[in-house]
């Protein structure tokens, strides 16, 4: 199954709202990160266990209140498993 940056922002909107609802999507698609990073990887990194949602595209992980570094704004860290590569998203201050 090929999943596009597109198919990432319908998944976050599980997280606000109903899926494929632009509406309530947490970012657009080209502010969607494409990474090789694990979930194990982003799991080790991150404080808190990330929420779970079930998506048509499959499991999106949040992570809340998240920071990117001492001083910055923080915000919530989107995953998105596509097989070879992961897609995310944070809507906090890097």
Do not use: H
């Amino acid at each position: 199954m090929t999943i596009t940056e597109t198919d990432f922002c319908n998944a976050t909107s599980v997280w606000s709202g109903e899926y494929g609802d632009e509406v309530s999507w947490a970012c657009e698609p080209e502010d969607v990160i494409r990474t090789a990073e694990t979930i194990d990887d982003f799991k080790s990194a991150r404080s808190g266990t990330p929420d779970e949602y079930d998506t048509p595209k499959g499991t999106l992980y949040v992570w809340e209140n998240q920071q990117a570094r001492k001083g910055k704004r923080r915000g919530n860290v989107y995953l998105l498993d596509c097989g070879d590569f992961r897609f995310t998203y944070f809507d906090g201050e890097v």
